[in-house]
């Protein structure tokens, strides 16, 4: 079982920036890809971006490119979400996933997940 717990949510103004942390204190394979999903009241989960572990490739969605970007940190099993310029339209509870997706954004291909940081932008 996996482990995920993240941190770094809170309220900004339009223009801020977060960093939100996902840290997996277990063994991540090194196959996995490590994924950011937010949902907002009355919407579906959306796949945000998302990073492989063996390589870093990342993926991100069109509305957060530019803006956001992931990171990773092998040696302590973190991943980063950095997120500037942020918008209110980026508000969400913003979820950490791992797992082997078919496609990144696919948040039903990813089998562990953390509780969720909540990131509101006014």
């Known amino acids: 079982h996996v482990q995920l717990v993240e941190s770094g949510g809170g309220s900004v103004q339009a223009g801020g920036s977060l960093r939100l942390s996902c840290a997996a204190p277990?063994?991540?394979?090194?196959?996995?890809?490590m994924g950011w999903f937010r949902q907002a009241p009355g919407r579906e989960r959306e796949g945000v971006a998302a990073?492989?572990?063996?390589?870093?490739?990342?993926y991100y969605t069109d509305s957060v490119k530019g803006r956001f970007a992931i990171s990773q940190d092998t040696a302590k099993n973190t991943v980063y979400l950095q997120m500037n310029s942020l918008k209110p339209e980026d508000t969400a509870m913003y979820y950490c996933?791992?797992?082997?997706?078919?496609?990144?954004?696919?948040?039903?291909?990813?089998?562990?997940w953390g509780q969720g940081t909540q990131v509101t932008v006014s």
């Open positions: 990073v492989y572990v063996h390589g870093g490739t990342t």
């Open positions: 996933a791992a797992g082997l997706p078919e496609a990144p954004a696919r948040p039903d291909d990813y089998a562990y």
């Open positions: 277990g063994y991540i394979k090194n196959e996995y890809c």
